[in-house]
């Protein structure tokens, strides 16, 4: 399976729209790995996670064929993770695209929002995702589990199995809830084992906000993945969705993240597992 990290900024991106904090002016100069721009994840060309206002950006830097995606997993409706106006450019009138429609799994709140700008069209079919149910996808078999990210919004974990490995791609979150920690201690019991699981470290060395994680709780997470079976030594531990608020280069994220076995993501990042 390849993981194929598109973008791995929080909303703003880095060097984020308007600032001058340290981290951006650092983050121009740097350029490179300093530069993230908003998160999304690929699996093996077929299966997105997440649609992005810098899915343009994405396609021209990765040179990515969008046509090859066959399934959208959707995790909440923040616009750094759903930007609805740009579905519709798969629509009649805008793109020669193909005949296939694309999947798209989500909750609620991001399904009305695709519905309203893409309307009834045979280039999309819509899923509302069922917490805890196995889906069978075209390319996968998709769990949705309750992330903790907002009140206003039921926001989504996937739990991904495809070809023989099983990938946790977990934020927006801060600590999850607790039937999701005891929906992936039931997955360890029962020998199912992560070959990688993605988090979230938004807040990096900032107090714990509750609806996003620090390097913290990234740490006692991953101790709690491998205690309870659902993850092991050789599982590859990822972290993305970073905040220029939190401050530090890919370096000292490096410096960090590295000591403790987890892989810092950067944009344009790929993992073969
Ligand atoms: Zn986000
Ligand atoms: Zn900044
Ligand atoms: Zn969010």
Redesign the pocket.
């Known amino acids: 399976m390849l993981l194929h990290l598109l973008g791995t900024a929080?909303?703003e991106g880095i060097p984020s729209l308007f600032c001058r904090c340290s981290l951006c002016q650092q983050a121009r100069k740097l350029k490179g790995k300093d530069i993230r721009t908003r998160t999304s994840v690929v699996i093996d060309h077929e299966l997105k996670i997440d649609f992005p206002p810098d899915t343009l950006l994405h396609m021209l830097r990765d040179d990515l064929d969008l046509e090859e995606i066959q399934d959208l997993l959707i995790?909440?409706s923040?616009s750094?993770?759903l930007y609805a106006e740009d579905l519709e450019a798969r629509l009649p009138g805008y793109a020669q695209s193909g005949e296939e429609p694309i999947h798209i799994y989500a909750h609620d709140m991001p399904l009305a929002r695709i519905r309203e700008r893409v309307g009834q069209t045979s280039k999309y079919v819509l899923h509302r995702v069922q917490l805890f149910i196995p889906t069978v996808t075209q390319t996968a078999t998709v769990v949705a589990l309750p992330a903790y990210?907002?009140d206003e919004e039921t926001?989504l974990l996937y739990w991904i199995e495809k070809n023989g490995h099983t990938v946790l791609h977990a934020?927006?979150s801060g600590w999850f809830p607790d039937e999701t920690w005891s929906w992936l201690e039931q997955r360890g019991r029962e020998g199912n084992k992560l070959s990688a699981a993605i988090l979230e470290c938004t807040m990096g060395n900032d107090p714990d906000s509750g609806?996003?994680m620090n390097a913290a709780e990234v740490f006692k997470a991953k101790e709690r993945l491998i205690a309870c079976g659902a993850a092991d030594p050789q599982t590859v531990f990822i972290v993305t969705h970073f905040s220029h608020n939190a401050h530090l280069t890919h370096q000292e994220l490096c410096d960090l993240f590295e000591p403790q076995g987890i892989r810092v993501a950067y944009d344009s990042m790929k993992v073969q597992l």
């Open positions: 929080a909303y995790t909440h923040h750094d993770h990210h907002m926001c934020h927006d609806t996003h």
